[in-house]
């Protein structure tokens, strides 16, 4: 395909900014990952439409991302048009203690809002790099607090391009997951409930929240936070740790001496090196403890 002047097309349709073979390890905290084809930071709603309408005309398989902070991009790169939502669609107006916000704004952003508006029940997503899209797929939490305590309701785009408004029901929220992960819908638009609450308790609880995020977590290499999602009852971590797993490396990918749930990235790991890493610690763990572990982040592209 020629994707300079697909390229050309799709900017004369939209606001936001389109770029060819846009190397994805500029969008991924891990920084890794290979080319995608076609790249569309689109500017509002409207160009999220149309970017869709001009995907399925041309026949362009489409992939969505956000912040890029819970995702391994392989080596070859994505195939077709990534969409990245983001900074076009990062509006965020409180109202009483009820929040509206674009997908595209950061969990830290929705959380510094609250706490202006003496909103409580987002002090948990202080410290999270996700957008409220990537948060809601991925039942974004920390500190005993999830993205499912506080929404209300989602605006996404539908494959036929329709916006439709799902309640928090309709999403079926569990652990680190949404029904939304494999539907091939765009989260749009996000509606938050939080509750009235003094602005100083909130300070305080977030400023902890964040110095035991900070003191626990490892610093100074891109990484994508937790790689694994905690066993029931258990946590990847400790299980990672326990069969001698912190400082196990592969190129230049490493797991954290700090937290063995942690991979980072030395300098140029690929995601192959990731992926090599990954399968030495599923196995580990398998052999000494006979538990399973799945993949908290997601895996996009080709080898
Ligand atoms: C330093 C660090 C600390 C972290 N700490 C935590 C933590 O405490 N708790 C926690 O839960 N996570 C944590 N994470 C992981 C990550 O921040 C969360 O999973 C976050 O919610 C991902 O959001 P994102 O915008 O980066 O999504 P991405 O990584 O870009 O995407 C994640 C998934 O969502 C999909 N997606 C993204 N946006 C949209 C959209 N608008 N519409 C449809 N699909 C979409 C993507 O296709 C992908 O499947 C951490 C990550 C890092 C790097």
Known sequence: MDYTSLAGEL??????????????????????????????????????????????????????????????????????????????????????????AGAGAMLPELAAAARKASVGGFEFAAGIPGSLGGAVIMNAGAMNGCVADVLLAVEVINEQNQFLTLTKEELGFSYRSSNLQNKGYICVSTLWQGYPKGKDLIEQETRDYVARRKAAQPRGYPNAGSVFKNPEGDFAGRLIEACGGKGLRVGDAEVSTKHANWILNLGNATARDVLTLIDKIKKMVQESFGVSLHLEVRVLGED
Do not use: C, Y
Not at 35 to 48: E, S, T
Not at 64 to 90: C, E, F, P, Q, T
């Open 11 to 100: 900017q004369s349709l939209v606001k936001g900014s389109v770029k060819v073979h846009e190397p994805m390890k500029q969008h991924t905290t891990w920084r890794i990952g290979g080319n995608a084809d076609l790249f569309v930071d689109p500017g509002d709603k409207d160009d999220i439409r149309r970017t869709v309408e001009f995907a399925a005309a041309h026949d362009i398989p489409l992939t969505v991302i956000g912040n890029g902070s819970n995702l391994l991009v392989k080596d070859g790169g994505i195939r077709g048009l990534v969409l990245k939502v983001g900074r076009g669609l990062a509006g965020i107006s409180v109202e009483g203690a009820t929040i509206k």
